[in-house]
């Protein structure tokens, strides 16, 4: 049987209320759980929507980097516009320093969250390897020199005591670096001199042979090292370059750096220069990464740097140089895990990484749900009970109605169904009692109106002296 909750609201029992006008009808239990459900799984919905937001939204990651106008820096600008121009997930930040050192300080310092340093310094302890932007190796080479500072001539390291050793760039760096060479062949770094100048002072300071043997470190093709080359020709003749015959004992003694080749013609010229290819040693650049940045952060950026790195070669040949870093777990910079994912391919998917965790959070939802729907029940329990005793007394009264003497008992009757009826519609309302006990309900109502209707039909046939007697006769009997 269908419950109509009009139909009830329609029946007047006392004729002094109008219920067929009363407001529309409340909206049932199952209406007010579904719209809970509703909202619920809207909720769910927006905390994942929110959550894949925050997971995916662009992150600006600073990078220090150094010195001003170096080549590190326009590969560094030429990355920050890439990933601007292409809405990348990661953009950068860079932030300018006076060197390799400089940068990495303020990784340790945690002012950056990527870094640009040399293999062959002291690497943070916080930092971790993201790629090799670069390799340098280094480049020997002696002038003879002209007039009364023309000296000997100089072939090999061995020779350099008390020579002067002209290094370029201002970086300390540099100059241990020929220390470390300089010790590999017994020349005690003491007993030579060493100038240093910058990059774009070469030409000045090998035109007025400030030094007699040279050093500049840096990529195969750099051009500060092709131009200060150049210049050696120009004012002395070709140069005679040093090799680096202990290049292997150097990196197996200074894992920073590795034994490399500078090939055959490098710097051009006929006949080429060198004439043969020279052994030295190398170092890297390192794209390094502060410990505490997001795995997923660091992977975004990797695979970032590795797409748009074609792009840049046109216009930044050094670009094509980038490599990835080294995994191996005995790698002199250790890699970070970001990194590390991407290159060995187990990089994960925003579902892959949190599918775990939206999953039990369903699960929890569910059984919060299920925990309060139950308690909800609970805490309804004595009302539903209470209008359990009100139906029971509506049965009742159907029983009593029919053997009521006056009219005046069944208007009465009339108005506690009146007040049972508002109490059942608000428990039903509240979720107290559902449809089908609301239905039960209705039955009994409609025996009630019966059962008055009939008896008053019996009361009002009679003539009023039999219905005043029958009340008197009652009366007395209950005194």
């Given at each position: 049987?269908?419950?109509?909750?009009?139909?009830?609201?329609?029946?007047?029992?006392?004729?002094?209320?109008?219920?067929?006008?009363?407001?529309?009808?409340?909206?049932?239990?199952?209406?007010?759980?579904?719209?809970?459900?509703?909202?619920?799984?809207?909720?769910?919905?927006?905390?994942?929507?929110?959550?894949?937001?925050?997971?995916?939204?662009?992150?600006?990651l600073k990078i220090a980097v150094g010195?001003?106008?170096?080549?590190?820096?326009?590969?560094?600008?030429?990355?920050?516009?890439?990933?601007?121009?292409?809405?990348?997930?990661?953009?950068?930040?860079?932030?300018?320093?006076?060197?390799?050192?400089?940068?990495?300080?303020?990784?340790?310092?945690?002012?950056?969250?990527?870094?640009?340093?040399?293999?062959?310094?002291?690497?943070?302890?916080?930092?971790?390897?993201?790629?090799?932007?670069?390799?340098?190796?280094?480049?020997?080479?002696?002038?003879?020199?002209?007039?009364?500072?023309?000296?000997?001539?100089?072939?090999?390291?061995?020779?350099?005591?008390?020579?002067?050793?002209?290094?370029?760039g201002r970086t300390q760096a540099n100059?241990?670096?020929?220390?470390?060479?300089?010790?590999?062949?017994?020349?005690?770094?003491?007993?030579?001199?060493?100038?240093?100048?910058?990059?774009?002072e070469v030409a000045e300071a090998i035109?007025?042979?400030?030094?007699?043997?040279?050093?500049?470190?840096?990529?195969?093709?750099?051009?500060?090292?092709?131009?200060?080359?150049?210049?050696?020709?120009?004012?002395?003749?070709?140069?005679?370059?040093?090799?680096?015959?202990?290049?292997?004992?150097?990196?197996?003694?200074?894992?920073?750096?590795?034994?490399?080749?500078?090939?055959?013609?490098?710097?051009?010229?006929?006949?080429?220069?060198?004439?043969?290819?020279?052994?030295?040693?190398?170092?890297?650049?390192?794209?390094?990464?502060?410990?505490?940045?997001?795995?997923?952060?660091?992977?975004?950026?990797?695979?970032?740097?590795?797409?748009?790195?074609?792009?840049?070669?046109?216009?930044?040949?050094?670009?094509?140089?980038?490599?990835?870093?080294?995994?191996?777990?005995?790698?002199?910079?250790?890699?970070?895990?970001?990194?590390?994912?991407?290159?060995?391919?187990?990089?994960?998917?925003?579902?892959?990484?949190?599918?775990?965790?939206?999953?039990?959070?369903?699960?929890?939802?569910?059984?919060?749900?299920?925990?309060?729907?139950?308690?909800?029940?609970?805490?309804?329990?004595?009302?539903?009970?209470?209008?359990?005793?009100?139906?029971?007394?509506?049965?009742?009264?159907?029983?009593?109605?029919?053997?009521?003497?006056?009219?005046?008992?069944?208007?009465?009757?009339?108005?506690?169904?009146?007040?049972?009826?508002?109490?059942?519609?608000?428990?039903?309302?509240?979720?107290?009692?559902?449809?089908?006990?609301?239905?039960?309900?209705?039955?009994?109502?409609?025996?009630?109106?019966?059962?008055?209707?009939?008896?008053?039909?019996?009361?009002?046939?009679?003539?009023?002296?039999?219905?005043?007697?029958?009340?008197?006769?009652?009366?007395?009997?209950?005194?």
């Amino acid at each position: 049987m269908k419950l109509s909750l009009k139909r009830l609201f329609g029946r007047s029992m006392t004729g002094g209320l109008d219920l067929a006008e009363a407001p529309p009808s409340p909206r049932s239990a199952a209406r007010k759980t579904a719209l809970v459900t509703l909202a619920l799984v809207l909720a769910i919905v927006g905390a994942l929507a929110g959550g894949y937001y925050f997971a995916m939204r662009p992150v600006t990651l600073k990078i220090a980097v150094g010195p001003a106008n170096s080549d590190d820096v326009k590969v560094v600008q030429a990355l920050t516009q890439a990933f601007t121009q292409t809405k990348s997930q990661v953009r950068l930040r860079p932030i300018q320093t006076d060197g390799a050192a400089a940068s990495a300080n303020a990784l340790a310092e945690g002012k950056v969250d990527l870094a640009i340093v040399r293999g062959d310094l002291d690497v943070p302890k916080n930092a971790q390897a993201v790629a090799t932007l670069r390799k340098n190796v280094v480049v020997l080479w002696s002038v003879p020199g002209k007039g009364k500072k023309r000296g000997p001539k100089i072939t090999k390291i061995s020779q350099l005591a008390g020579h002067r050793i002209g290094v370029v760039g201002r970086t300390q760096a540099n100059v241990n670096l020929l220390k470390v060479i300089l010790q590999q062949y017994g020349v005690d770094p003491a007993k030579v001199e060493i100038v240093q100048f910058p990059a774009n002072e070469v030409a000045e300071a090998i035109k007025a042979q400030k030094a007699d043997v040279y050093l500049a470190a840096g990529p195969v093709n750099s051009k500060i090292t092709a131009d200060a080359i150049a210049a050696s020709i120009k004012d002395f003749g070709a140069p005679n370059f040093l090799a680096i015959d202990s290049a292997d004992a150097i990196a197996q003694n200074h894992p920073v750096y590795e034994a490399s080749e500078i090939p055959a013609g490098t710097y051009g010229g006929s006949p080429a220069r060198p004439e043969d290819e020279v052994k030295t040693i190398s170092f890297s650049h390192h794209v390094v990464a502060r410990k505490g940045v997001s795995e997923t952060t660091i992977a975004a950026f990797t695979r970032q740097l590795f797409a748009v790195r074609q792009q840049l070669v046109t216009e930044f040949p050094l670009a094509a140089k980038i490599e990835t870093p080294d995994t191996d777990k005995d790698a002199v910079i250790p890699v970070h895990p970001g990194a590390a994912a991407f290159v060995d391919g187990e990089e994960k998917t925003f579902l892959d990484k949190y599918s775990d965790y939206i999953w039990w959070s369903l699960m929890a939802v569910s059984a919060m749900g299920s925990i309060g729907a139950w308690f909800a029940g609970y805490l309804k329990k004595d009302e539903r009970d209470n209008n359990n005793h009100q139906r029971e007394r509506l049965l009742d009264m159907i029983a009593a109605a029919r053997k009521c003497e006056t009219t005046e008992e069944l208007d009465q009757m009339q108005t506690e169904a009146d007040e049972i009826l508002r109490d059942t519609l608000r428990c039903f309302d509240h979720g107290a009692i559902e449809e089908a006990a609301l239905t039960s309900f209705n039955i009994a109502l409609d025996q009630f109106h019966a059962a008055v209707a009939d008896r008053k039909a019996v009361l009002f046939s009679l003539p009023q002296n039999l219905q005043r007697a029958g009340a008197a006769f009652r009366a007395a009997g209950n005194a």
